[in-house]
C-alpha cells in the first residue's frame, strides 16, 4: 500500500483529493495507504483508471 501513497505523492496530490475522487472519506483513504483496511474492488477500478489518464 505505500505504493497508494507513492502515487498519490507523485502526483502532488493530498488524501482528500483521492478520497474525493473514489468517493471515500479522507479518513477511510488514509487508512488504506496504512494497510489497515483493504481498498474494495469498486474503488480499485476508479483509482486505476485516474492513475492511467494522469
Given at each position: 500500500?505505500n505504493r497508494l501513497k507513492?502515487?498519490?505523492?507523485?502526483?502532488?496530490?493530498?488524501?482528500?483529493?483521492?478520497?474525493?475522487?473514489i468517493n471515500v472519506s479522507?479518513?477511510?483513504?488514509?487508512?488504506?495507504?496504512?494497510?489497515?483496511?483493504?481498498?474494495?474492488?469498486?474503488?480499485?477500478?476508479?483509482?486505476?483508471?485516474?492513475?492511467i489518464q494522469a
Amino acid at each position: 500500500m505505500n505504493r497508494l501513497k507513492d502515487l498519490r505523492e507523485d502526483r502532488d496530490l493530498k488524501q482528500k483529493d483521492i478520497a474525493k475522487i473514489i468517493n471515500v472519506s479522507q479518513v477511510a483513504y488514509s487508512y488504506y495507504e496504512l494497510e489497515k483496511r483493504e481498498i474494495d474492488l469498486t474503488s480499485l477500478k476508479i483509482l486505476a483508471n485516474f492513475i492511467i489518464q494522469a
